[in-house]
Every structure is written in structure tokens, then in C-alpha cells.
């Protein structure tokens, strides 16, 4: 049999910081992530058992069904796990906590008829994965956040772009990635994160204008100090100082 070619999603993820922890933490923490995946594809009404699963030793890459819209890798599913791992982390010893990369493209790949699957879309995964935007969300915070995702400017386009249900434009925001060759814009999101659109930059009005394009930022510029506290701007523009004892919302 010949390997066919066809246009497929894709979600890949990475458990940061895994290396040092000891053969039986890794094992422990990539049961953790598997199980939390395999919960969020419930809630997100996917059934695990049509995705291609590819282990990766810290991490995984998931092959999208060819029919699955592309929109339903984002959300629920994204929320979900990173909801997930936060409850894990709650209760989990610091040597079992995860903070999880992820990274979302889409393209046509090979499949051959032993299962392997192959082609330039998870190259470009991979670069999307490693890159320094994501790694630095990861980092966020006081204590880092729990998932940070990442995606390609395709996969954006045709999901965000289009106005799904669920995926606010302004919860994203742009990143340069250059990793190994590999230069392009993407979009980073996470939960609660001090990701989004400047504010008072980002919706129509009512006057007729376009909503400018959101502006191209650094992660050092999304994350601004501000006396004791941190500005998160998200989702719709809304500011929340968060304190060491409080938060404001202003």
C-alpha cells in the first residue's frame, strides 16, 4: 500500500521542566498529562480513540480526525485541560507538579500504512513548541501558570479569525517565533493570563471602523510591573491588578 496525504490537525504537548525529576516522577507526571488529555477530549465531546496519539517521552502529538473541525482543538478542550492540571497541581507534591507547552498547526501530512505519520507540518509543531514566547508564558506569574498554548498564525486564521463560539479574538495575543530556520508570527493564549489586546484597542465600536489588528508585542511587554502587583489585561480589555494579598479590578 502506497502512504496517502491528508490535511489534518494537530496538538502537541510538553510537560516543561521534566528533565531531573527521576525515572518514576516523569512516568507519574506523564500519566498526569495523559489523563488530564484524555478528560478534556470527553468533556470537548472527542473521542480519544479517533486521534493518532504519538508519545514523545515528556510530551505527546495528537492527529486530529481528517473531519474534525479545526476549531474544536481550541475549546473547549484548551480551557479544560488547563483547568485540569491546575486541580492536579493543587493537591500534588512540588516534585509532581506540571506546567504544560502546547502548540496547535495544521497541514497536510503523510500517513503511512504502518500508522507513521510524517510531513513539514509537524516540523512546523515542533519550532512552535520550542519557542521562546511560549516558554517565557510559561514562566508567567509569581509561580508560573499551569498551560500555555500556542498557535500557528494558519490555525488561527481559520479558527479565531472565523468567529467560532467560544474563541475571543482578544484573549490572543501575537508573537514572533524564530527557532532553528523557522520565523513566523503566532498567537500565544492560557488561561488568566496577561495575554489579550491593549486596552481600548480592540472592539468595534459601533462607529463602522475595523477593530485595528492586535499590535505586535514581546513577552516582556505583556507582562508589566506595576508597583506590588502585575497588570493581567484580558479577554475583553478589563484590568486586574493582582497584589500579594488582593486583587483589584479597575
Known sequence: MNPRYEYRALLACDIAGSAGRGEQRLQEIRRVLRSAL????????????????????????LVAPAALPKARLLFPLL?????????????????????????????????????????????ALARLLDSAPLRHATLAGTGGTPMAAILSHHFYEETVGHGYEGLEADAFTAADVQVKGYAARAWLWYPGSPVGPRVGSGRDSGSGEQPAEPELRTVEQMVQATG????????????????????DTR
Open 79 to 123: 480551557p479544560e485541560l488547563g483547568s485540569r492540571i491546575r486541580e492536579h497541581n493543587r493537591h500534588a507534591g512540588a516534585d509532581i507538579r506540571l506546567r504544560v507547552r502546547a502548540a496547535v498547526h495544521a497541514g497536510e501530512i503523510r500517513l503511512d500504512p504502518d500508522g507513521t505519520v510524517s510531513g513539514a507540518p509537524f516540523e
Open 38 to 61: 484524555s478528560g478534556a477530549l470527553d468533556i470537548a465531546d472527542l473521542d480519544a480513540r479517533d486521534f493518532a496519539y504519538v508519545d514523545t517521552g515528556d510530551g505527546c502529538q
Open 228 to 247: 506590588n502587583g502585575t497588570v493581567f489585561a484580558v479577554h475583553r480589555g478589563d484590568q486586574y491588578i493582582r497584589h500579594n494579598d488582593r486583587v
